[in-house]
């Protein structure tokens, strides 16, 4: 047999049983200490408890608002479709390009078109989405193409 043909012996290790007489180690408390609600059966803990004392979000004061109506619009800049060669683009076309995030069937988030890089975009497109920032809109009407609300 040589060197690099060695292998590890199989070694078969007895699960530990606790609880069966103070000669095997592991008798009387069973590893668990003593009593104690961890001690008990059932006895466990949530990750969260504060052993009583009032829970730190209770102690922490609320702050600001959340505004439940709130729309989460998928944003687009005017600056992407720079480099775009279509004359007439939609938001399944926008998806398609990767100039937006697919939306997930439980979450079919609407599309907004904001104006940043207004500097630089001069393209006499349509532009199909399902909201446009008032810059957005007269810039893409300026140029002369169309802005659309879905």
Do not use: C
């Amino acid at each position: 047999m040589l060197l690099h043909e060695l292998k590890r012996p199989k070694i078969k290790k007895n699960k530990k049983r606790l609880g069966k007489g103070d000669g095997s180690g592991t008798g009387g408390t069973a590893g668990r200490g003593h009593k104690g609600q961890k001690a008990r059966s059932g006895g466990n803990i949530p990750d969260w408890f504060e052993g009583g004392q009032m829970p730190i979000q209770r102690r922490l004061p609320k702050r600001g608002f959340k505004n439940i109506f709130r729309i989460p619009y998928r944003i687009v800049n005017l600056e992407q479709f720079i480099n775009v060669d279509v004359e007439e683009i939609d938001v399944a076309k926008m998806e398609e390009l990767g100039i937006v995030k697919k939306a997930g069937r439980s979450n079919p988030r609407p599309v907004k078109i904001l104006a940043n890089g207004k500097e630089k975009f001069e393209k006499v497109m349509t532009i199909k989405a399902n909201a446009f920032s008032e810059a957005a809109k007269a810039l893409i009407e300026k140029n002369g193409g169309k802005a659309e609300v879905i």
